[in-house]
């Protein structure tokens, strides 16, 4: 079985949630985790920080590299892609997770939640990605995965919060785009989603929505992830995957481990049908 042993990872927004699921994951394997991300002090809302997730991923057998990095700031991306390949000699799989997320119709969309969302999912998705690029052409066995949804031009994914699908889309468009137009240099670019919402900070956002006893644990979008980077070839370039799916595929029947309580029906994610 293909493992991540080795590789360097440069994941964004992995100091908690599906991002530190991820490099945990990977951990296991030994691989090389780049933490990029800005959680550095300890939030009282919002556990975990670069430094805290550095010591998961080195006692889960992995080697960390935490760089305090807002990925809205071109220089401060530069400068991390530039630190990563120092320390661990390259980079060979970049995993866009870092989002924003308001849930609001338009008139009670502040501009400064608008750009918020369309620095962090659209620029910053695109700016990783460019400046990790170079990088990444030059390893043998690279990707880039997103995480985002398929597209859905359904109206019902837009009539509630038109600026954060917008938003969102733009972490797929870039799969599309970038998928198709690196195909032929051994590059797979992908898009990953959870079938059902997760069990993370953002469902803060959902309101009474969604309790959390109708999630799922980040662990199961993790255990896709590892599947999808760990891949020997490009079968999932520009697909667009659902977490359930990859997993079923790979011979996953019992998903009851990943629930927040076995049992309780689950809340479906957003944008799919």
């Known amino acids: 079985m293909t493992t991540l042993n080795g590789k360097t990872l440069f994941i964004t927004g992995a100091s908690r949630g599906i991002g530190r699921a991820i490099a945990c994951r990977a951990a296991r394997d030994g691989a090389n985790i780049v933490i990029a991300a800005k959680s550095e002090k300890e939030h009282p809302k919002l556990p975990g ?10 006692q889960a057998g992995g080697k960390a590299l935490p760089i305090k990095t807002d990925i809205r700031d071109e220089a401060q991306v530069s400068a991390a ?3 990563a390949v120092a320390h661990f000699g390259g980079i060979d799989i970049l995993v866009n997770n870092a989002s924003a997320i308001y849930l609001a119709g338009t ?6 939640r608008f750009d918020l969302m369309f620095d962090v999912n659209v620029r910053g998705t695109y700016l990783c990605s460019q400046a990790c690029l170079p990088h990444l052409l030059r390893s043998g ?5 997103n995480l985002a949804p398929p597209p859905n031009l359904d109206p019902k994914w837009f009539k509630g919060h038109v600026a954060y699908t917008i938003a969102k889309y733009g972490m797929s ?7 198709r137009e690196f ?12 079938r059902t919402v997760i069990a993370t900070a953002a469902i803060q956002m959902l309101g009474d929505f969604v309790r959390p006893e109708q999630c799922r644990h980040p662990e199961i979008v993790a255990d896709a992830a590892h599947l999808i980077l760990s891949a020997a070839d ?9 977490d359930e799916d990859v997993l079923r595929e790979s011979g996953v029947s019992d998903f009851s481990r990943y629930a927040v309580s076995p049992g309780t029906a689950l809340a479906p994610d957003l944008f799919l049908d």
């Open 173 to 179: 468009l870039c799969v599309l785009g970038m998928a």
């Open 81 to 83: 892609v530039d630190q």
């Open 183 to 194: 195909a032929d240099s051994g590059l797979s670019v992908s898009a990953l989603w959870p």
């Open 107 to 112: 008139l009670d969309t502040p501009m400064k």
């Open 49 to 58: 920080t670069i430094s805290s997730v550095a010591r998961e991923i080195e």
């Open 234 to 242: 490009q079968r999932y370039n520009g697909q667009f995957m659902i």
């Open 141 to 145: 066995r690279a990707k880039i995965l």
